[in-house]
């Protein structure tokens, strides 16, 4: 099958702080390279720069990290313009351009990513009342624990909200983007994944909802908020209500379903979190200390739930496959065959015609593991960048353009 037929392909980015996204830079960076569009702007904008939809993306799904860089896409700049921003954002080059300049994005720095979680910040519990609150119940050292760190969170999400809102798309709205985005957060005080995008009416079911409400810059802080790194960060819903949410990996890491969901017919998702395979160079995650053995636990948690999610999605191809094969092998009428399948995508909620590729970093990449996860020192970003590129060029290798 080539990829070339398929005509709404669509970008899934998912989270790991700066890490993330300088992965999904040196991806993206790659697509373009075996021929692939990123259409964004205003409507009037991508209908004319943009008008045809072989091997152009025009769906866009990001959490956390992957928000940040999809909403950069969807808003129109290009591969180019986002690797400027965050190279005289890490303080390389002049630190600004003439605003006339249509490609020109505002560099990217480390006071537009972290914001102290101060005392007085409307977002945060105030370190005055680490110790006023009583625990709700008492115990040992784990309620001791609960009860000295009431702090919500070391940094706010509010100087990233700022940024988007004031400099990368002014209308602030997903319905007014030429292309379909969609941010995914978690809402705290529930077990439920939120997706924000240009609903016109906000629904839900148990485990999801599709919100209208949020502004881009504000789902993106939302599904930005990493705990313990970043307070939970609340969004006014229509009746005024203020609802907290947090990271959008938390629930599902990969969330290819949505672009499945709004009509794409082939999802490229990338995603930079890989666990540590043992290295004779390096040895072994115990000699690191706790940070090391931290992250390692975290990754190993991450890749069970995205392999889970690719198997899932094999079996029941696997399934249909098999039924097809045998319904035919006993020579039932095609007519009824195909009302089968359809039961049976239908109940399962499977798309046979939709095509998914997956890119990550190679378990051997000791030294991607080991980058730290907010850094923007250059030199790193510059190897992350490069880890990017060759994963998405041996990943496409395997598919005709």
Do not use: W
Not at 72 to 78: D, N, T
């Amino acid at each position: 099958m080539r990829l070339g037929n398929k005509t709404k392909p669509a970008l899934v980015l998912s989270g790991g702080g700066i890490k993330a996204a300088a992965f999904h830079i040196g991806v993206c960076l790659a697509l373009r390279e075996k021929g692939f569009q990123f259409a964004g702007g205003s409507p009037a904008v991508v209908q004319q720069n943009f008008p045809e939809d072989r091997l152009t993306f025009k769906i866009y799904v990001g959490s956390s990290a992957g928000s940040v860089i999809s909403t950069f896409l969807a808003a129109g700049y290009s591969i180019d313009a986002i690797i400027d921003a965050f190279t005289r954002g890490a303080g390389l080059g002049p630190l600004s351009r003439p605003r006339s300049d249509q490609t020109f994005l505002k560099p990217l720095g480390y006071r537009d990513v972290f914001a102290l979680n101060l005392p007085n910040s409307r977002s945060s519990f105030g370190l005055n009342k680490l110790f006023r609150q009583r625990p709700i119940v008492t115990g040992g050292i784990e309620v001791l624990l609960k009860r000295g760190f009431k702090v919500n969170g070391l940094f706010s999400a509010r100087n990233l909200e700022k940024y988007l809102r004031e400099n990368v798309f002014s209308p602030n709205d997903f319905k007014a983007l030429g292309v379909q985005l969609y941010i995914i957060a978690t809402q705290l005080n529930h077990s439920r994944k939120v997706i924000f995008g240009p609903y016109e009416e906000t629904t839900k079911t148990k485990d999801v909802k599709y919100a209208n409400y949020a502004q881009v810059s504000q789902a993106v802080a939302a599904s930005a908020s990493l705990p313990p790194f970043f307070a939970p960060y609340p969004i006014k819903n229509n009746k005024g209500k203020e609802i907290y949410f947090f990271d959008g990996e938390i629930r599902d890491t990969l969330s290819t379903h949505v672009a499945a969901e709004h009509g794409a017919d082939l999802v490229i998702s990338s995603y930079s979190i890989q666990p540590y395979h043992y290295n004779k160079e390096v040895g072994s995650l115990h000699e690191f200390g706790m940070p090391a053995i931290f992250n390692q636990a975290l990754y190993q948690v991450v890749q069970q739930k995205i392999e889970r999610h690719i198997k899932h999605q094999q079996d029941l191809s696997s399934v249909i496959q098999t039924i097809q094969g045998y319904l035919r092998q006993v020579k039932v009428d095609e007519e009824h065959i195909q009302k089968v399948i359809e039961v049976v995508t239908s109940r399962t909620n499977y798309n046979p015609n939709v095509k998914y590729i997956y890119i990550h970093p190679s378990p051997q990449d000791y030294e991607m593991f080991f980058y730290d996860h907010f850094s923007l020192n250059p030199t790193i970003l510059g190897h992350i960048v490069r880890i990017g590129f060759k994963a998405a060029m041996t990943a496409l290798r395997y598919h005709q353009i």
